[in-house]
Structure formats: structure tokens, C-alpha cells
């Protein structure tokens, strides 16, 4: 599966934004997604997971409430959508595919995407 993030871009707090990542590959259904970040001079965290029918997600607690992360397999797309950005969400985003929720969640993952970067601006 090769993965590619976009809808990155420079945004001023408050605002809102929609990252996209789109699968190459026939399998994408098969597996579980997820969105990572990592700001500079930070290590890459986990925002969020999505189970292979959408009908499960799971959020690090840091990201609840303004994180939403959702799935179209028709399209072999995942979307994170973010709302009332702020300074600290600037970060360059990935998307990531793993095979259990928990395992994508520990990094435990099977294709990373390259990244697109979200700049918030206060």
C-alpha cells in the first residue's frame, strides 16, 4: 500500500482544516489507518486511528473533542479533520496503515505515507 497525504497548508488559529490521504492498492480496506504528527523538535505522535469499516476509531486523549478522523474505502481515502487549530498543532501530519487499532496506536506500523505539513499561525 503506498499512502499520500495532502490539504496541508498554513492556517491561523481557530480555524479549521481537512487532511486527506489517499491508498494505492487494492488492500487498502484490509487495513487499519491512522494519522501521526510530529512537531519540530518533537518525536512523532499517534492523533488517531480508524478500524477497517469506520465503525471503530480511536483518539490519543490529547486529541479529543477536536480531531475527527473517517474513512471512505470506496475511495480508499482516510480523512483527519481538525477544528479550532492551534500554534501547537503545527506539525507535518502522516497518515500510516497498520492491522489492529492497538497496534497502530504503539506505532506499530506496516506503510507510513509521506507527510504534509499544517503551520498554524496565531
Known amino acids: 500500500v503506498q499512502l499520500q497525504a495532502s490539504g496541508g497548508g498554513s492556517v491561523q488559529a481557530g480555524g479549521s482544516l481537512s487532511l486527506s490521504c489517499q491508498a494505492s492498492g487494492r488492500t487498502f480496506r484490509s487495513y487499519v489507518m491512522g494519522w501521526f504528527r510530529q512537531a519540530p523538535g518533537k518525536e512523532r505522535e499517534f492523533v488517531a486511528g480508524?478500524?477497517?469499516?469506520?465503525?471503530?476509531?480511536k483518539y490519543a486523549d490529547s486529541m479529543k473533542g477536536r480531531f475527527t478522523i473517517s474513512r471512505d474505502n470506496a475511495k480508499d481515502t482516510v480523512y483527519l479533520h481538525i477544528r479550532k487549530l492551534k500554534p501547537e498543532d503545527t506539525a507535518v501530519y502522516y497518515c500510516?496503515?497498520?492491522?489492529?487499532?492497538?497496534?497502530?496506536?504503539?506505532?506499530?506500523?506496516?506503510?507510513w505515507g509521506k507527510g504534509t505539513q499544517v503551520t498554524v499561525s496565531s
Open positions: 480508524i478500524a477497517w469499516l469506520g465503525d471503530s476509531s
Open positions: 500510516a496503515a497498520g492491522t489492529s487499532i492497538w497496534e497502530v496506536r504503539n506505532g506499530e506500523i506496516n506503510y
